[in-house]
Protein backbone atom coordinates (compact mmCIF):
# COMPACT_ATOMS: atom_id res chain seq x y z
CA UNK A 1 0.00 0.00 0.00
CA UNK A 2 1.43 3.78 -0.86
CA UNK A 3 -0.26 6.78 0.70
CA UNK A 4 0.40 9.85 -0.06
CA UNK A 5 1.68 12.40 1.97
CA UNK A 6 -1.06 13.84 4.51
CA UNK A 7 -1.74 14.29 8.28
CA UNK A 8 -2.96 11.35 9.67
CA UNK A 9 -5.68 12.69 11.90
CA UNK A 10 -6.86 13.98 8.81
CA UNK A 11 -7.10 10.44 7.35
CA UNK A 12 -9.00 9.69 10.31
CA UNK A 13 -11.78 12.59 9.52
CA UNK A 14 -12.00 11.86 5.93
CA UNK A 15 -10.10 9.92 3.02
CA UNK A 16 -11.06 8.89 -0.54
CA UNK A 17 -9.52 6.01 -1.14
CA UNK A 18 -8.11 5.16 -4.75
CA UNK A 19 -7.88 1.66 -5.63
CA UNK A 20 -4.92 1.66 -8.33
CA UNK A 21 -5.64 -1.61 -9.34
CA UNK A 22 -9.19 -1.05 -10.20
CA UNK A 23 -7.91 1.85 -12.18
CA UNK A 24 -5.60 -0.31 -14.16
CA UNK A 25 -7.72 -3.18 -14.72
CA UNK A 26 -10.11 -0.68 -16.29
CA UNK A 27 -7.81 0.44 -18.70
CA UNK A 28 -7.08 -2.97 -19.66
CA UNK A 29 -10.68 -3.57 -20.29
CA UNK A 30 -10.93 -0.27 -22.47
CA UNK A 31 -7.70 -1.38 -24.36
CA UNK A 32 -9.64 -4.22 -25.27
CA UNK A 33 -13.33 -2.64 -26.05
CA UNK A 34 -10.66 -0.15 -28.57
CA UNK A 35 -8.75 -3.18 -29.88
CA UNK A 36 -6.38 -1.25 -32.43
CA UNK A 37 -6.54 2.08 -31.03
CA UNK A 38 -4.29 3.63 -28.39
CA UNK A 39 -5.69 4.92 -25.17
CA UNK A 40 -5.16 8.59 -24.26
CA UNK A 41 -6.04 8.36 -20.22
CA UNK A 42 -7.76 11.59 -19.69
CA UNK A 43 -6.32 13.45 -16.51
CA UNK A 44 -7.36 16.64 -16.32
CA UNK A 45 -8.21 18.53 -12.86
CA UNK A 46 -6.29 15.85 -10.52
CA UNK A 47 -7.95 13.17 -12.65
CA UNK A 48 -11.09 13.84 -11.96
CA UNK A 49 -10.31 14.06 -8.40
CA UNK A 50 -8.03 10.66 -7.86
CA UNK A 51 -4.92 12.47 -8.54
CA UNK A 52 -3.15 13.16 -11.74
CA UNK A 53 0.22 11.26 -11.10
CA UNK A 54 -0.30 8.08 -9.79
CA UNK A 55 -3.41 7.60 -11.69
CA UNK A 56 -1.34 8.68 -14.70
CA UNK A 57 1.61 6.26 -13.78
CA UNK A 58 -0.75 3.16 -13.06
CA UNK A 59 -2.82 3.97 -16.48
CA UNK A 60 0.21 3.95 -17.97
CA UNK A 61 1.40 0.86 -16.25
CA UNK A 62 -1.33 -0.70 -18.03
CA UNK A 63 -0.85 0.18 -21.41
CA UNK A 64 -2.27 3.51 -21.66
CA UNK A 65 0.62 5.16 -24.13
CA UNK A 66 -0.94 8.79 -24.05
CA UNK A 67 -1.92 11.09 -21.13
CA UNK A 68 -4.53 14.07 -21.88
CA UNK A 69 -5.07 17.32 -19.74
CA UNK A 70 -7.02 20.29 -20.21
CA UNK A 71 -4.93 22.89 -19.26
CA UNK A 72 -1.06 23.31 -20.31
CA UNK A 73 0.08 23.55 -16.37
CA UNK A 74 -1.25 20.12 -15.64
CA UNK A 75 0.85 18.93 -18.88
CA UNK A 76 3.72 20.27 -17.56
CA UNK A 77 3.35 18.90 -13.73
CA UNK A 78 3.05 15.77 -15.32
CA UNK A 79 6.35 16.16 -17.62
CA UNK A 80 8.17 17.74 -14.42
CA UNK A 81 7.66 14.34 -12.62
CA UNK A 82 9.00 12.62 -15.13
CA UNK A 83 6.34 11.01 -17.13
CA UNK A 84 7.70 10.15 -20.82
CA UNK A 85 4.21 9.46 -22.18
CA UNK A 86 2.93 11.47 -25.34
CA UNK A 87 0.75 14.17 -23.64
CA UNK A 88 -1.61 16.24 -24.78
CA UNK A 89 -3.09 19.33 -23.78
CA UNK A 90 -6.26 21.14 -25.10
CA UNK A 91 -7.44 24.26 -23.04
CA UNK A 92 -5.52 27.35 -24.42
CA UNK A 93 -5.70 31.43 -24.12
CA UNK A 94 -3.57 33.69 -25.72
CA UNK A 95 0.15 34.83 -23.87
CA UNK A 96 -0.17 30.84 -22.40
CA UNK A 97 3.07 28.57 -21.65
CA UNK A 98 3.88 27.15 -25.15
CA UNK A 99 7.66 27.87 -25.26
CA UNK A 100 7.73 25.85 -22.28
CA UNK A 101 4.75 23.19 -23.57
CA UNK A 102 7.63 22.90 -26.83
CA UNK A 103 10.67 22.36 -24.75
CA UNK A 104 8.61 19.72 -22.80
CA UNK A 105 7.58 18.14 -25.83
CA UNK A 106 3.65 18.06 -25.42
CA UNK A 107 1.50 18.03 -28.21
CA UNK A 108 -0.58 21.11 -27.84
CA UNK A 109 -4.41 21.16 -29.95
CA UNK A 110 -4.99 24.34 -31.45
CA UNK A 111 -8.49 25.62 -32.51
CA UNK A 112 -7.82 28.85 -34.17
CA UNK A 113 -5.17 30.78 -36.13
CA UNK A 114 -4.51 32.89 -33.14
CA UNK A 115 -3.11 29.58 -31.74
CA UNK A 116 -1.10 28.69 -34.68
CA UNK A 117 0.28 32.27 -34.80
CA UNK A 118 1.47 32.01 -30.68
CA UNK A 119 3.06 28.19 -30.89
CA UNK A 120 4.71 28.93 -34.15
CA UNK A 121 6.60 32.28 -31.97
CA UNK A 122 7.46 29.83 -29.65
CA UNK A 123 8.96 26.77 -32.08
CA UNK A 124 11.05 30.08 -33.24
CA UNK A 125 12.37 30.61 -29.54
CA UNK A 126 12.93 27.36 -28.82
CA UNK A 127 14.43 26.66 -31.82
CA UNK A 128 12.72 23.21 -32.45
CA UNK A 129 9.26 22.31 -34.13
CA UNK A 130 6.03 22.26 -31.99
CA UNK A 131 3.81 19.20 -32.25
CA UNK A 132 0.05 19.92 -33.12
CA UNK A 133 -3.11 18.69 -33.34
CA UNK A 134 -5.84 20.39 -34.99
CA UNK A 135 -9.10 20.75 -33.33
CA UNK A 136 -12.43 20.59 -35.09
CA UNK A 137 -15.70 21.56 -34.05
CA UNK A 138 -17.43 19.13 -35.79
CA UNK A 139 -20.58 20.25 -33.97
CA UNK A 140 -19.94 20.59 -30.26
CA UNK A 141 -20.11 23.91 -30.46
CA UNK A 142 -17.57 24.53 -27.71
CA UNK A 143 -13.71 24.84 -28.40
CA UNK A 144 -12.23 23.53 -31.91
CA UNK A 145 -12.89 24.92 -35.41
CA UNK A 146 -15.79 25.61 -37.52
CA UNK A 147 -15.68 23.79 -40.76
CA UNK A 148 -16.04 27.29 -42.24
CA UNK A 149 -12.68 28.04 -40.86
CA UNK A 150 -10.98 24.90 -41.17
CA UNK A 151 -9.28 25.44 -44.67
CA UNK A 152 -7.71 28.76 -43.53
CA UNK A 153 -5.79 27.00 -40.26
CA UNK A 154 -5.41 23.45 -42.35
CA UNK A 155 -3.17 25.75 -45.08
CA UNK A 156 -1.17 27.90 -41.81
CA UNK A 157 -0.19 24.96 -40.02
CA UNK A 158 0.84 23.29 -43.46
CA UNK A 159 2.83 26.41 -43.95
CA UNK A 160 4.27 26.04 -40.49
CA UNK A 161 4.92 22.44 -41.35
CA UNK A 162 6.87 23.02 -44.31
CA UNK A 163 9.20 25.63 -42.28
CA UNK A 164 9.77 23.38 -39.80
CA UNK A 165 7.93 25.28 -36.94
CA UNK A 166 5.51 22.55 -36.33
CA UNK A 167 4.68 19.24 -36.91
CA UNK A 168 1.21 17.99 -37.31
CA UNK A 169 0.62 15.47 -35.11
CA UNK A 170 -3.13 14.58 -34.75
CA UNK A 171 -6.44 15.73 -36.15
CA UNK A 172 -9.41 15.60 -33.68
CA UNK A 173 -13.02 16.17 -32.10
CA UNK A 174 -14.78 15.88 -29.45
CA UNK A 175 -18.84 14.78 -29.46
CA UNK A 176 -21.71 16.56 -27.62
CA UNK A 177 -24.35 13.77 -27.07
CA UNK A 178 -22.12 10.58 -27.28
CA UNK A 179 -23.52 9.62 -23.61
CA UNK A 180 -27.17 9.92 -25.27
CA UNK A 181 -26.57 6.21 -27.51
CA UNK A 182 -28.61 7.41 -30.31
CA UNK A 183 -28.54 10.84 -30.88
CA UNK A 184 -29.06 11.96 -34.14
CA UNK A 185 -26.20 14.51 -33.45
CA UNK A 186 -23.52 11.46 -32.88
CA UNK A 187 -23.76 10.05 -36.82
CA UNK A 188 -23.66 13.67 -37.50
CA UNK A 189 -20.56 14.97 -36.02
CA UNK A 190 -18.98 11.32 -37.36
CA UNK A 191 -19.74 12.59 -41.05
CA UNK A 192 -18.80 16.00 -40.58
CA UNK A 193 -15.44 14.82 -38.73
CA UNK A 194 -14.53 12.39 -41.78
CA UNK A 195 -15.23 14.95 -44.43
CA UNK A 196 -12.49 17.52 -42.49
CA UNK A 197 -9.80 14.77 -42.15
CA UNK A 198 -10.57 13.87 -45.85
CA UNK A 199 -9.82 17.74 -46.75
CA UNK A 200 -6.47 18.14 -44.41
CA UNK A 201 -5.54 14.97 -46.08
CA UNK A 202 -5.90 15.91 -49.07
CA UNK A 203 -4.15 18.88 -48.24
CA UNK A 204 -1.22 17.09 -47.44
CA UNK A 205 -1.68 16.22 -43.53
CA UNK A 206 -0.21 13.36 -42.38
CA UNK A 207 -1.36 12.90 -38.74
CA UNK A 208 -0.36 10.10 -36.55
CA UNK A 209 -3.71 10.11 -34.98
CA UNK A 210 -6.90 10.83 -35.78
CA UNK A 211 -9.31 10.74 -32.46
CA UNK A 212 -12.37 11.90 -31.64
CA UNK A 213 -14.11 9.17 -29.16
CA UNK A 214 -14.39 9.95 -24.89
CA UNK A 215 -15.66 7.21 -22.76
CA UNK A 216 -19.06 6.85 -24.04
CA UNK A 217 -17.90 6.60 -27.80
CA UNK A 218 -15.44 4.24 -26.17
CA UNK A 219 -17.98 1.73 -24.66
CA UNK A 220 -20.98 2.34 -27.33
CA UNK A 221 -19.76 3.28 -30.43
CA UNK A 222 -17.00 0.99 -31.99
CA UNK A 223 -17.00 3.28 -35.42
CA UNK A 224 -15.99 6.53 -33.62
CA UNK A 225 -13.00 4.47 -32.22
CA UNK A 226 -10.10 5.56 -35.29
CA UNK A 227 -6.54 5.74 -34.11
CA UNK A 228 -7.04 6.70 -30.25
CA UNK A 229 -9.73 7.06 -27.63
CA UNK A 230 -9.66 9.49 -25.09
CA UNK A 231 -10.66 7.77 -21.97
CA UNK A 232 -11.66 9.97 -18.58
CA UNK A 233 -14.73 8.99 -16.63
CA UNK A 234 -14.88 5.30 -17.85
CA UNK A 235 -11.34 4.82 -15.96
CA UNK A 236 -12.05 5.73 -13.04
CA UNK A 237 -15.00 2.93 -13.36
CA UNK A 238 -17.45 5.28 -13.63
CA UNK A 239 -20.35 4.97 -16.22
CA UNK A 240 -20.59 8.68 -18.54
CA UNK A 241 -24.81 8.21 -18.13
CA UNK A 242 -27.37 5.77 -16.85
CA UNK A 243 -28.76 5.83 -20.54
CA UNK A 244 -24.60 4.27 -21.39
CA UNK A 245 -25.16 1.13 -18.70
CA UNK A 246 -23.74 0.32 -15.47
CA UNK A 247 -20.03 -0.04 -15.41
CA UNK A 248 -20.22 -3.53 -14.42
CA UNK A 249 -21.55 -4.12 -17.75
CA UNK A 250 -18.56 -2.81 -19.32
CA UNK A 251 -16.47 -4.49 -16.92
CA UNK A 252 -15.33 -1.39 -14.77
CA UNK A 253 -14.69 -0.91 -10.90
CA UNK A 254 -14.95 2.36 -8.92
CA UNK A 255 -12.04 3.72 -8.19
CA UNK A 256 -12.56 6.37 -5.46
CA UNK A 257 -14.05 5.21 -2.01
CA UNK A 258 -14.80 8.36 0.07
CA UNK A 259 -14.99 7.66 4.00
CA UNK A 260 -15.50 9.68 7.27
CA UNK A 261 -14.95 8.71 10.62
CA UNK A 262 -18.66 9.59 12.51
CA UNK A 263 -17.44 12.90 14.99
CA UNK A 264 -20.33 12.14 17.67
CA UNK A 265 -22.87 10.18 18.61
CA UNK A 266 -25.88 11.53 20.38
CA UNK A 267 -29.40 10.54 22.01
CA UNK A 268 -31.84 13.63 20.92
CA UNK A 269 -35.68 14.18 21.86
CA UNK A 270 -38.72 14.23 19.29
CA UNK A 271 -39.21 17.80 17.44
CA UNK A 272 -35.42 18.70 17.56
CA UNK A 273 -34.22 21.09 14.72
CA UNK A 274 -31.13 19.44 12.94
CA UNK A 275 -28.64 22.31 11.21
CA UNK A 276 -28.72 25.58 9.63
CA UNK A 277 -32.62 26.30 8.89
CA UNK A 278 -33.67 23.53 10.75
CA UNK A 279 -34.78 21.95 7.23
CA UNK A 280 -35.17 18.49 9.66
CA UNK A 281 -36.46 18.32 12.29
CA UNK A 282 -36.70 14.92 14.14
CA UNK A 283 -39.92 13.07 13.98
CA UNK A 284 -39.61 11.56 17.71
CA UNK A 285 -36.60 10.69 20.05
CA UNK A 286 -33.92 9.17 18.53
CA UNK A 287 -30.21 9.16 17.47
CA UNK A 288 -27.72 11.19 15.65
CA UNK A 289 -24.37 11.43 13.80
CA UNK A 290 -22.27 13.63 13.03
CA UNK A 291 -20.56 13.39 10.00
CA UNK A 292 -17.15 15.19 9.48
CA UNK A 293 -17.10 16.58 6.13
CA UNK A 294 -18.95 19.43 3.89
CA UNK A 295 -19.17 21.60 1.00
CA UNK A 296 -15.45 22.63 1.43
CA UNK A 297 -14.61 19.07 1.15
CA UNK A 298 -16.76 18.63 -2.30
CA UNK A 299 -20.04 17.34 -0.53
CA UNK A 300 -22.69 18.87 -2.41
CA UNK A 301 -24.85 21.13 -0.48
CA UNK A 302 -27.58 20.17 -2.65
CA UNK A 303 -27.16 16.80 -1.15
CA UNK A 304 -28.62 18.57 2.14
CA UNK A 305 -31.74 15.78 2.91
CA UNK A 306 -31.07 13.42 0.30
CA UNK A 307 -27.41 12.15 0.13
CA UNK A 308 -27.02 8.90 0.84
CA UNK A 309 -24.52 6.93 3.42
CA UNK A 310 -23.89 3.58 5.02
CA UNK A 311 -23.06 3.31 8.36
CA UNK A 312 -22.96 0.33 10.27
CA UNK A 313 -24.80 -2.02 7.30
CA UNK A 314 -27.29 0.74 6.77
CA UNK A 315 -28.22 2.91 4.48
CA UNK A 316 -28.76 6.31 5.95
CA UNK A 317 -29.94 9.88 4.33
CA UNK A 318 -28.14 13.07 5.29
CA UNK A 319 -30.32 15.47 7.82
CA UNK A 320 -31.15 18.52 6.59
CA UNK A 321 -28.73 20.94 5.76
CA UNK A 322 -24.58 20.04 4.39
CA UNK A 323 -22.52 22.51 6.13
CA UNK A 324 -19.41 23.53 5.06
CA UNK A 325 -17.68 21.36 7.34
CA UNK A 326 -20.15 18.58 8.65
CA UNK A 327 -23.29 17.26 8.31
CA UNK A 328 -26.11 15.15 10.16
CA UNK A 329 -27.72 11.60 9.88
CA UNK A 330 -30.22 10.30 11.94
CA UNK A 331 -29.54 7.15 13.22
CA UNK A 332 -33.15 6.53 14.05
CA UNK A 333 -31.69 4.97 17.59
CA UNK A 334 -29.07 2.71 16.32
CA UNK A 335 -25.77 3.87 18.62
CA UNK A 336 -23.28 3.16 16.30
CA UNK A 337 -19.66 3.52 17.97
CA UNK A 338 -18.10 7.03 18.10
CA UNK A 339 -15.76 7.06 14.99
CA UNK A 340 -17.76 4.20 13.47
CA UNK A 341 -16.58 4.31 9.60
CA UNK A 342 -18.85 6.28 7.51
CA UNK A 343 -19.19 5.27 3.61
CA UNK A 344 -20.26 7.90 1.30
CA UNK A 345 -19.54 6.55 -1.93
CA UNK A 346 -17.29 2.91 -3.46
CA UNK A 347 -17.20 0.41 -6.13
CA UNK A 348 -20.89 -0.37 -4.06
CA UNK A 349 -20.24 -4.20 -3.88
CA UNK A 350 -20.48 -3.56 -0.04
CA UNK A 351 -23.89 -2.47 -0.13
CA UNK A 352 -22.51 1.09 0.02
CA UNK A 353 -23.64 4.09 -2.27
CA UNK A 354 -21.94 4.93 -5.33
CA UNK A 355 -20.78 8.06 -6.95
CA UNK A 356 -23.85 7.44 -9.50
CA UNK A 357 -26.51 7.42 -6.30
CA UNK A 358 -24.49 11.04 -5.24
CA UNK A 359 -24.85 12.36 -8.85
CA UNK A 360 -28.87 11.50 -9.17
CA UNK A 361 -29.74 12.32 -5.37
CA UNK A 362 -27.74 15.67 -6.15
CA UNK A 363 -29.70 16.25 -9.77
CA UNK A 364 -25.96 16.34 -11.20
CA UNK A 365 -23.98 13.62 -12.93
CA UNK A 366 -21.40 11.06 -11.61
CA UNK A 367 -18.45 13.28 -12.97
CA UNK A 368 -19.50 15.97 -10.94
CA UNK A 369 -18.94 14.16 -7.93
CA UNK A 370 -15.67 12.68 -7.76
CA UNK A 371 -14.09 16.14 -9.33
CA UNK A 372 -15.30 18.10 -6.88
CA UNK A 373 -14.03 16.10 -3.88
CA UNK A 374 -11.65 18.91 -2.16
CA UNK A 375 -8.03 18.78 -1.39
CA UNK A 376 -8.98 18.91 2.56
CA UNK A 377 -9.59 14.94 2.12
CA UNK A 378 -6.56 13.10 1.66
CA UNK A 379 -5.86 10.89 -1.38
CA UNK A 380 -4.44 7.53 0.05
CA UNK A 381 -3.57 5.59 -2.99
CA UNK A 382 -3.29 1.72 -2.38
CA UNK A 383 -2.85 -1.15 -4.67
CA UNK A 384 0.02 1.79 -6.36
CA UNK A 385 2.72 -1.50 -7.29
CA UNK A 386 1.71 -3.34 -10.43
CA UNK A 387 2.02 -6.67 -9.01
CA UNK A 388 5.21 -8.30 -10.03
C1 LIG B 1 -12.72 15.48 -20.48
C2 LIG B 1 -12.48 15.18 -21.89
C3 LIG B 1 -12.42 13.85 -22.35
C4 LIG B 1 -12.76 12.67 -21.48
O1 LIG B 1 -14.16 12.57 -21.37
P1 LIG B 1 -14.84 11.34 -20.61
O2 LIG B 1 -16.27 11.43 -20.93
O3 LIG B 1 -14.55 11.55 -19.15
O4 LIG B 1 -14.16 10.11 -21.13
C5 LIG B 1 -12.08 13.63 -23.66
N1 LIG B 1 -11.82 14.66 -24.50
C6 LIG B 1 -11.89 15.94 -24.11
C7 LIG B 1 -11.63 17.03 -25.08
C8 LIG B 1 -12.24 16.25 -22.81
O5 LIG B 1 -12.32 17.54 -22.42
Known amino acids: MSKTAHAPSASLRARAEIDLGALRANVRALRARAAGAAVMAVVKSDAYGHGALPCARAALEAGATWLGTATPEEALALRAAGLDARILCWLWV ?3 PWRQAVEADIDVSLS ?15 RRPARVQLKADTGLGRNGCQPADWAELVAGALRAEAQGLVRI ?3 WSHFACADEPGHPSIAAQLDRFREMLAYAEEQGVRPEVRHIANSPATLTLPATHFDLVRTGIAMYGISPSPEVGTPADFGLRPVM ?9 KQVP ?3 GISYGHHYVTPGATTLGLVPVGYADGIPRHASGTGPLLIDGK ?7 VAMDQFVVDLGGDRPAVGSEVILFGPGDR ?4 AEDWAEACGTIAYEIVTRIGTRVPRVHVNGQEPG
Open 94 to 96: PGG
Open 112 to 126: GVWALREVTQAAREA
Open 169 to 171: TGL
Open 257 to 265: TLRAALALV
Open 270 to 272: GGH
Open 315 to 321: WRTVAGR
Open 351 to 354: GEPT
